[in-house]
């Protein structure tokens, strides 16, 4: 991938990047790919009014996005993922990660985690260069995925999982982490994998050449573990090798693969105490001269996996996207903690705080929440999509229908004037290919997820 991710924007862009365009927010994001954020450049934990008040968008700390999705009730019955391990993968990973969870922990009142290991079966991680945007990149993204797991699943213990060589389009950085995943499985050194990065289905040379990186889910399959990826945050745009965005629907691998659930985005509209102030609706917005939304749409390689055979899903044949969504918009993003000594403009400075959206935001938190599943049943829970389709017709599902919103996708030049549209899927009750099935009530979903 692009780690699906786009690009920053300082403090003092953050209004053109909301209503306009300024030459660096302009050049820089489409070309760098990062998760979309807004660097705040603050050493304490901004409020959702402060954010509004100062940069016009919402942002979120723990505690509200934690109530949004019912977490406190779960958590009083003593469900907080006591005696799991979320595996989080990230290329490169974060020089500074393990110092940067205990901030957020202490910024946030939350425990620090059982264990929070890193490990590079893979092969070492170079060291860390300051001015490098693929590995402060790929920090922030490190940063969101521990951070906003533990959030969730305060008590189950973390595992980074670093490879040495960034994954963007096609096969690059793929061996690598296929190895990885390999490693942890064979290892059993956790029970949910956590994956915020994808390839374009369209920048492998062929389907062999994909289908021969499928083996670490193949085994997850057959060893009990659940294999999350994020569905993208470009709607149902896709690019070619030169990073160029294709004139038509496209989907992303992992995402794509009927063995990984796929988890889209969701925007959602909070008050101070996490309380709803309007209901969830499909992640899609313009940043700057960008458009970020829920990826999402039928698959160019996969056929239609008999799970889905349970809904109408307006994909013909072919495999759908995502199976499931979650908090992902900027303007409601989460806020997260770094320290990573980075020098590329735009990026957070060291030790602060920024906000982030993003279905890699949305995927570590259905990461925490399958962990608390796993736990209530008492086991692993392994391939969830199958579960997941015979819930959409439970009354008790915890799962929440989002019907409101789209994830068409626009491409725009520099001064903003729209290239083409690629219309993409309208939500309504029921499965729709922006959002998948819907959200959930954590409380309700990890029951009914668990067999309870």
């Not at 977490?71 to 003593?78: D, E, S, T, V």
């Not at 490169?92 to 969870?101: A, E, K």
């Not at 170079?126 to 490190?142: I, L, N, V, Y």
């Not at 389709?389 to 439970?394: D, E, V």
Request: net charge negative; proline share 8%.
């Amino acid at each position: 991938m692009r780690r699906f991710r786009r690009a920053t924007a300082a403090a003092g862009m953050v209004l053109a990047l909301a209503l306009g365009c300024t030459t660096a927010v302009c050049s820089a994001y489409p070309m760098t790919r990062h998760e979309p954020h807004v660097s705040l450049n603050r050493s304490s934990a901004p409020t959702t009014a402060e954010c509004e008040a100062e940069f016009g968008f919402a942002c979120y700390q723990p505690s509200q996005v934690e109530r949004a999705y019912d977490l406190p009730r779960l958590w009083a019955q003593g469900n907080e993922g006591q005696g799991q391990t979320i595996v989080i993968v990230d290329s490169y990973g974060s020089p500074t990660i393990q110092q940067d969870l205990r901030h957020f922990d202490s910024a946030f009142h939350l425990p620090n985690p059982p264990s929070m290991q890193v490990i590079q079966p893979a092969g070492a991680v170079p060291p860390f260069e300051p001015a490098s945007e693929e590995m402060s990149g790929w920090a922030g993204e490190t940063s969101i995925d521990v951070e906003w797991s533990h959030a969730v699943a305060p008590k189950a213990s973390i595992l980074l999982v670093e490879t040495p060589e960034a994954e963007t389009e096609g096969v690059q950085g793929f061996p690598q982490i296929v190895a990885a995943e390999n490693y942890v499985i064979d290892h059993r050194l956790g029970q949910v994998i956590s994956q915020s990065f994808g390839a374009t289905e369209e920048t492998f040379p062929n389907l062999r050449t994909l289908f021969s990186l499928r083996s670490a889910f193949e085994n997850a399959a057959t060893q009990g573990v659940t294999v999350l990826g994020a569905s993208g945050d470009e709607g149902v745009a896709g690019v070619n090798l030169n990073d160029e965005f294709l004139p038509y629907q496209a989907n992303s691998w992992p995402s794509s693969d009927p063995l990984v659930t796929s988890v889209g985005g969701t925007q959602l509209h909070l008050n101070a105490a996490g309380e709803r102030t309007a209901p969830d609706n499909v992640w899609n917005e313009v940043l700057g001269t960008s458009t970020a939304a829920s990826g999402g749409g039928p698959s160019h390689v996969f056929l239609r996996p008999p799970y889905q055979y349970l809904v109408p899903t307006g994909s013909g044949l072919h495999r759908a996207t995502p199976d499931i969504s979650m908090s992902a918009a900027v303007n409601g993003g989460v806020l997260i903690y770094t320290s990573y000594p980075t020098t590329v403009p735009g990026e957070p400075a060291p030790n602060t705080f920024s906000f982030w959206g993003g279905t890699s935001v949305a995927t570590p938190l259905f990461a925490g929440v399958v962990a608390i599943a796993d736990q209530i049943a008492g086991h692993p829970l392994g391939l969830i999509n199958p579960r997941m389709y015979l819930l959409a017709h439970a009354p008790y599902s915890g799962i929440t229908n989002i019907t409101k919103g789209n994830n068409t996708f626009t491409d725009f030049d520099e001064e903003g004037n729209p290239l083409f549209t690629i219309p993409g899927f309208e939500a309504h009750p029921g499965y729709n290919m922006a959002t998948g099935l819907g959200s959930v009530d954590a409380l309700a979903f990890a029951h009914a997820l668990a067999g309870h």
